[in-house]
């Protein structure tokens, strides 16, 4: 909030919606001429604090057209805005970072806003609108690759995002591999990327923080949309239950490619399928109860040998209450869960591993004073790991049947924030987080000699596995090991002018679930495990300045950050560690760090019949785990190897341009620094075998990854408006780049000498999609 002097103030409230009475979440709240301003919550609710006088206040949100209204404010005062579309065609990615410049002022940084009502905008593979693929194109933002799940920010690990729908955990994001993600762009409202600056409300992860808010129905009439595309299709029907008090939503896609499969005698078969819903009670006007859930299914199988089913399933209840113009609390109470099973018939076996959590959370909000207000609140999560149950499904299977420990644990933090004005120019956010993490005992615990579980061989340098010397049985309602940390968070933004500002940000966070991959381009083959006696919580130091600017006479926004941030604990593996079904996973790890830093420009233009933006990172990731003694090697010598997640130079070009009223046109272009792999740098035989010699981790990368994809929407002329249509015509990678997914060194089985052969994923991928609307 900004200074308003010592005078008598007054609260002006309200409530922004659509036509059809849809909440309006990240609204812009203007005060013109006083440099005053807020955002509408979740809920469409906004809140500001005003001297006594006249007011002119407008409303202002991407896509909606502008509201005006003259106030005079000598009391507390309701006033509520319903804006309209400023076309009923408008379906497009826009990343709206500083909103008509209100973040000049708000010491929040290094966050992206994605508007999400539509994300047709950018070019995507099959036609298949992706909310993933369209951070990638944001600055810090990358992936390892065409076809890796998940993604990474800032140099961090893909198990380092804290990733909620609806505030609801979600494990896994991906559908078929990475090709697609979890996330039904018709369902999305809104969504924010904190890279840094993380508010004390969050915690978990060290990375990022990725908050999706699902749609709220239409209160007011039924209505739906929907899309045929090459290889999936959906539809979205939402409406009233009870017209202006409750409303649902329910939103479905699935894919149907394997059906073609099957057409051409083809054996294999992969699909995916999810469904969003959620729904709205509006009680009273200080209370309302919203219902989200999710459920997704991922089936692959390759020659009925080999079957792999995966998927996410979440369902939350929250309760709003506004105890008065100042107060307000939110209860959420939520379940989330990610079961992956594997069934290998050529072996004659089925493994199944899952993990799941209760999440009950409080929060409130208090405005205290015109210049301050806070956030304080409580949540407690529960885990429940199962690593893994292996199942024989042949009489002949030389797998013995097994269940590996079940790993429980909880996680229990308080919070505070505050947001504070110091001055016209100085505002702050700074605040607190104490987590408490419990770790409760298994089923059954090994014991090691000396406590250690990784011993050393000093003659051949390197690690081997301890055996246990004695296994005991365990009590899973007993706290095992427990962690206490604090988690400070400061941010402060310093105002040169109306459209120019300079921030700085700190935070510490503390993550204490690790995924366990020793890979950089992770599978759904998903395994968690919580912190320990062996696993410590990865512990988070990030450092940000950056530097903002609205031009006032030009329609562009810039902005530029630097960063550094450290992690202490990130999990390292010895040589040939195995992490599949591995009950004593501390026999072939240890505990490192690493740290990233780096450079990132974005330029965006706004306004006019071109828009789109350019972004650019410069940044380096890396990783090191010196040895546990001055004898030991630790990985990689104990000396900083680059992570696999390390992209030197990451640019983005994306654009779009009005070419008449049926016509857009849309491109991305997309260049990156090839991933850091492992070359072998020699061979060796041994019994007529090829054996390849491996320097050092990571001293190689795969080529520079570059492409462009185009696309074009045509929207007809509407006869019946009732019923709107467009058409979209895309190309992925115009010009068949073969991007390296991997690169394997062979033997030419012609000329016996030794080669690369490069393994690529995606050439030139045409598609047409129809969408409509009712």
Do not use: C
Not at 165 to 173: F, P, R
Not at 195 to 213: C, E, H, M, N, T
Not at 266 to 282: R, V
Not at 388 to 401: A, C, F, H
């Amino acid at each position: 909030m900004v200074h308003l002097g010592f005078g008598q103030s007054f609260e002006l409230a309200g409530t922004v919606t659509g036509i059809s009475g849809q909440p309006i979440s990240g609204g812009s709240i203007l005060i013109i001429k006083k440099d005053l301003g807020t955002v509408t919550n979740r809920n469409g609710n906004y809140s500001i604090q005003l001297t006594g006088g006249t007011y002119i206040v407008k409303v202002t949100y991407l896509g909606y057209k502008p509201v005006e209204k003259q106030i005079k404010l000598n009391s507390d005062q309701t006033l509520n805005f319903t804006i309209i579309p400023q076309t009923e065609n408008l379906e497009e990615v826009i990343v709206t970072d500083n909103i008509e410049g209100i973040n000049i002022r708000d010491p929040e940084m290094s966050v992206s806003k994605l508007d999400a009502s539509s994300i047709k905008k950018i070019p995507v593979i099959f036609g298949e609108v992706d909310v993933i693929r369209s951070l990638l194109q944001l600055p810090g933002v990358s992936n390892a690759g065409e076809g890796a799940s998940g993604f990474n920010v800032r140099g961090g690990a893909t198990d380092q995002n804290l990733i909620l729908i609806d505030d609801a955990l979600v494990y896994n994001s991906s559908h078929l591999f990475g090709f697609f993600s979890i996330f039904n762009a018709d369902a999305v409202d809104n969504l924010k990327l904190y890279k840094g600056g993380i508010p004390a409300s969050y915690g978990g992860r060290v990375a990022s923080v990725l908050d999706i808010q699902q749609k709220t129905g239409n209160s007011q009439k039924l209505k739906g949309q929907g899309g045929i595309g090459v290889i999936s299709s959906k539809l979205t029907l939402e409406g009233p239950i009870q017209k202006n008090k409750s409303s649902f939503f329910l939103s479905g896609r699935g894919t149907y490619a394997h059906l073609f499969l099957k057409l051409t005698d083809n054996a294999n078969s992969a699909y995916f399928y999810d469904l969003n819903t959620k729904l709205n009670f509006n009680i009273d006007e200080q209370n309302s109860l919203n219902f989200s859930g999710y459920y997704g299914l991922d089936y692959v199988n390759i020659n009925d040998s080999f079957t792999n089913i995966y998927g996410n399933a979440f369902g939350i209840l929250n309760w709003e209450h506004q105890f008065n113009e100042d107060i307000k609390s939110s209860l959420n109470f939520s379940y989330s869960q990610y079961d992956y099973e594997l069934d290998l018939a050529l072996v004659g076996f089925n493994f199944q591993n899952d993990i799941s959590n209760f999440d009950l959370s409080y929060q409130i909000d208090q405005v205290i004073h015109p210049d301050l207000s806070l956030s304080y609140g409580l949540s407690t999560i529960r885990y429940t790991v199962n690593p893994g149950i292996i199942v024989p499904t042949t009489p002949e299977s030389p797998i013995n049947p097994r269940q590996l420990n079940n790993k429980y644990a909880f996680d229990n933090a308080a919070f505070v924030s505050v947001s504070q004005s110091l001055s016209e120019r100085i505002n702050v956010q700074y605040g607190m987080r104490v987590s408490a993490f419990l770790r409760m005992q298994d089923k059954s615990i090994d014991s090691y000699a000396n406590d250690n579980p990784l011993l050393y061989d000093n003659i051949r340098d390197i690690y081997v596995e301890a055996e246990p010397i004695e296994t005991i049985s365990g009590n899973t309602s007993k706290v095992n090991k427990s962690y206490f940390n604090l988690e400070p968070r400061l941010g402060i933004s310093y105002v040169l002018d109306d459209n120019t500002s300079i921030k700085a940000s700190y935070n510490r966070m503390v993550q204490n679930l690790h995924l366990l991959s020793n890979t950089s381009s992770p599978t759904p083959f998903d395994v968690w495990t919580p912190s320990g006696t062996y696993i410590k919580p990865q512990k988070l130091d990030q450092y940000a300045l950056g530097f903002f600017k609205d031009f006032e006479n030009i329609p562009f926004t810039f902005e530029t950050e630097v960063f550094y941030k450290s992690i202490n604990n990130r999990i390292d593996y010895i040589d040939g560690a195995n992490l599949i079904a591995n009950d004593a996973i501390e026999r072939v790890i240890l505990n490192g760090e690493s740290r990233a830093y780096g450079l990132e420009f974005y330029l965006k233009k706004n306004t006019g019949k071109l828009t789109g933006w350019l972004s650019y990172t410069l940044s380096r990731s890396e990783q090191r785990t010196p040895g546990r003694t001055q004898g030991e090697i630790g990985i990689n010598n104990g000396e900083w190897y680059l992570n696999g997640y390390d992209k030197t130079h990451d640019i983005s070009l994306t654009s779009s341009y009005e070419l008449s009223d049926k016509w857009v046109l849309n491109s991305n272009f997309v260049l990156q620094t090839g991933r850091p792999v492992n070359f072998p740098v020699g061979q060796f035989e041994f019994q007529d075998l090829n054996i390849p010699v491996f320097e050092g981790r990571n001293l190689n990368r795969l080529p520079t990854f570059h492409r462009l994809d185009v696309s074009a929407t045509y929207t007809p002329e509407q006869k019946n408006k009732k019923w709107t249509s467009s058409w979209n015509f895309g190309i992925y990678n115009v010009y068949n780049r073969r991007n390296a997914a991997s690169l394997n060194f062979e033997q030419n089985t012609s000329t016996g000498q030794n080669e690369a052969v490069r393994f690529s994923i995606f050439g030139i991928v045409p598609s047409v999609s129809y969408s409509f609307k009712f």
